[in-house]
């Protein structure tokens, strides 16, 4: 368990701070991921329009919920 929560952020910061973006790296990462996606079925899916309302409701609900703050 986390005691200190403060000092674990301002430690990551610290660290994401010094690390350097590796561009090539993360395009890498990034079309493994799609091989995968499309390797699994998951990607692209049959019905461009599936799961659309469910990701509506979600934003719904979170642009209420910030709206209020």
């Known amino acids: ?3 200190n929560g ?3 952020r301002s430690m990551e910061k610290a660290i994401l701070r ?8 993360n395009i890498r990462i990034l ?3 799609y091989k995968e ?3 699994l079925g998951a990607f692209p ?5 599936s799961g659309l309302d469910i ?3 979600i934003a719904r ?3 209420s919920v910030s709206k209020t703050s």
Do not use: T
């Not at 010094?18 to 790296?25: G, N, T």
């Not at 899916?45 to 329009?49: G, M, N, T």
């Open 61 to 63: 609900a979170i642009n």
């Open 37 to 39: 996606a499309v390797f």
């Open 45 to 49: 899916p049959q019905d461009r329009l």
């Open 6 to 8: 403060e000092a674990v």
């Open 55 to 57: 990701d509506i409701k």
């Open 1 to 3: 368990m986390i005691k």
């Open 18 to 25: 010094k690390e350097k973006a590796d561009l090539s790296k």
């Open 31 to 33: 079309q493994a991921l």
